[in-house]
């Protein structure tokens, strides 16, 4: 199938359903291993554990966890930025200050976000950090990450873009969510690597 052009965003939807509904059927005992998992596979990456501010989000439902990962930046003295979700699926960043700092938020009808409660850095905070993580779906061999589809992280990709920064580009998935292909368009940024709980692959050199 040729996913270069106009098919991809239905192809991306279709696959989009596939991915959530496995997710929605993983046991909280696998959803508690995976992010103790995550967490030491993350800073077996270089360009993590050397990181002086990671870019990161706070997991919610089914999505692989991150607050394992969080913890554990905290605790190595990383600043950890957090997004904030605007009305126009822009972010916002704000600093995290361990899960006491986070407050619970609902954007109209969807779930519920954890984003940090304190002062907002405004949306090109993340200019500044050593190293992106990026919520997704699935990555492929080529390093094309599905998202959500809502578009915030494409801003996100752009902003880094127009400021010239080049942080590590990192998704946290599961192991089955690498997958030999994933519906591309021309805009679709590679990350450098992806983390699961089995380990790290890496598609583009950290010296880039």
């Given amino acids: 199938m040729d996913h270069s052009g106009g098919s991809a965003e239905p192809d991306k939807r279709t696959l989009r359903r596939e991915l959530l509904a496995v997710r929605s059927r993983l ?5 508690r291993e995976t992010a103790a998992a995550l967490a030491g596979r993350a ?3 270089p360009e993590v554990a050397g990181a002086r501010t990671v870019a990161a989000y706070v997991s919610v439902g089914a999505e692989p966890g ?24 822009d972010l916002d960043w704000g600093v995290y200050d ?19 409660a304190g002062e907002r850095l405004g949306a090109d905070a993340v200019t500044a950090a050593d190293v992106v993580l990026l919520p997704g779906l699935a990555v492929d061999a080529r390093g094309v990450r599905l998202g ?3 578009g915030s992280y494409d801003r996100v990709l752009a902003r880094l873009e127009r400021a010239g920064a080049r942080p590590a580009l990192v998704v946290l998935l599961y192991d089955a969510e690498v997958v030999e292909r994933v519906p591309a368009q021309g805009h679709d940024r590679p990350v450098d690597a992806v983390v699961t709980p089995s380990g790290v692959r890496r598609f583009r050199d950290a010296s880039r």
């Avoid at 006491?100 to 009808?109: K, P, Q």
């Fill in 27 to 31: 046991p909280a005992d696998d959803l």
């Fill in 43 to 45: 800073l077996e990456l």
């Fill in 66 to 89: 991150t607050r394992a990962l969080l913890d554990a930046l905290r605790a190595r003295g990383t600043r950890v930025l957090l997004p904030v979700l605007l009305p126009d699926n």
């Fill in 98 to 116: 361990g899960a006491d700092s986070l407050a619970r938020v609902r954007h109209g009808g969807r779930t519920a976000l954890f984003e940090p």
């Fill in 148 to 150: 959500r589809g809502g």
